[in-house]
């Protein structure tokens, strides 16, 4: 026995042959036929985890009720049965006859398993072979005890590093976004220097563009007088969408119905000269949908895009426009149109500041409404096929509102 015990080698990772081992010294020691090592696992349901001889493939669950391995996990003792057939502990399997049940008990006193040993004729054990049975028993318990402290650790291990990563992820998300704060800041800061300094001698230019708008000029002087005007005037317009853009954004927040807030823009957004001869179709939600939002920066949002869309579509063709609650937590304005599908090349690079395909544009338009909706904690995307068209989506949060 001494000699077996010594040659016991358990590591965790390792256990289906320790208790294999196990197993085969029982059988060896005590001199039976057959001997298994099993684990209580659902409730009336014992798993064989060795035994000395092949079993085949595959998990092999047993029932309890009924049986002598059941009786030694449900009283918790070691059992001694000469012959099965003759006595009311339960039933053997088939074949076997004498029985010998050993309860795997942990530290804690928990009955996790047993060892169970099988012998086709009847025969009685001493109270010598019950002990080395029981030393085993002690043996396995405890392997089985640690290895199970081993799974859970490994469980809490993963759980915690994916916890960390997750962490990990956050920190880096937030620092990014820390970092573009700082930068847009300095940006910002260096941007309304410069917009200062070029709008001085651009507001004396334009003064002068007036002056000679009031006079008379020969045709080819006209032409250039306004196209410096053009120039200009769009030059304006880039600095202080420049300014815009650079800007933190502070939001003025209050509680907003988008149905009702479209709704009051429809009539001005229609006026627009880009939407001129296109059809707007509003399509609002089926009930009241409420965001805590800037009502201007929202505006602005909104008419930045119905521009683009209208500007995407010839006269006569329809710009959708539609509010949609059907997510839980969250409202989706959808703009679409039928116009020319966006490449998915052109697609990653138009919120890019100062990308774009328009002859008099600034780039800047979509990245300020980027900006404006990322402010609100909301979400900006674009998606363009050749079949369903082009849609600009702007996620918000949903607000608590039961007016």
């Given at each position: ?138 043996r396995a318990a405890t392997a089985i005890d640690n290895y199970q402290l081993y799974m859970q650790q490994q469980q809490f291990n993963q759980a915690l590093e994916i916890e960390v990563a997750k962490r990990t992820e956050e920190l880096r998300v937030a620092q990014i976004k820390l970092v573009e704060q700082e930068r847009l800041a300095a940006i910002g800061e260096f941007a ?137 937590d969250q409202v989706c304005i959808h703009v679409h149109n039928g116009g020319q599908t966006i490449s998915s090349e052109f697609l990653l690079r138009m919120i890019e500041p100062f990308y774009t395909t328009k ?45």
């Open positions: 026995m001494l000699e077996i015990l010594s040659g016991l080698s358990y590591r965790t990772g390792e256990l289906s042959s320790y208790l294999q081992e196990i197993a085969c010294g029982v059988s060896s020691l005590i001199n039976v036929d057959w001997s298994v090592v099993t684990l209580c696992c659902e409730e009336g349901f014992d798993q064989i985890l060795a035994s000395n001889i092949d079993l085949g493939e595959g998990e092999q669950i047993y029932a309890l009720h009924g049986t002598l391995t059941g009786t030694v996990v449900q009283t918790g003792r070691s059992l001694v049965v000469s012959d099965a057939r003759s006595t009311d502990f339960g039933t053997a399997p088939d074949g076997y006859q004498a029985y010998l049940g050993i309860p795997l008990r942990t530290p804690q006193g928990e009955v996790i398993g047993t060892i169970c040993s099988f012998h086709k004729k009847t025969r009685s054990f001493s109270v010598d072979e019950v002990r080395i049975a029981e030393i085993f028993a002690e309304a220097t410069i917009v200062h300094e070029i709008r001085n001698p651009l507001t004396t230019v334009m003064m002068g563009l007036k002056y000679f708008e009031r006079l008379e000029l020969g045709d080819s002087a006209q032409v250039r007088l306004e196209l410096a005007v053009g120039e200009a005037n769009r030059l304006s317009r880039l600095l202080s969408e420049i300014l815009q853009y650079s800007k933190p954004q502070v939001l003025q927040l209050i509680e907003l119905d988008l149905n009702e807030f479209i709704t009051g823009m429809l009539e001005s957004v229609r006026q627009m000269p880009e939407a001129q001869g296109r059809h707007i179709v509003f399509k609002p939600a089926t009930t009241a949908t409420w965001v805590r939002g800037d009502l201007d920066k929202l505006k602005q949002v909104l008419i930045n895009i119905i521009r683009n869309a209208c500007e995407a579509i010839e006269v006569g063709e329809t710009v959708t426009w539609m509010v949609d609650n059907s997510v839980p002859s008099c544009g600034t780039g800047l338009g979509l990245a300020i409404v980027k900006r404006i909706v990322e402010a609100h904690g909301g979400e900006l995307s674009i998606q363009s096929t050749a079949d369903a068209g082009t849609t600009v989506s702007v996620r918000l949060l949903k607000a608590e509102q039961t007016c």
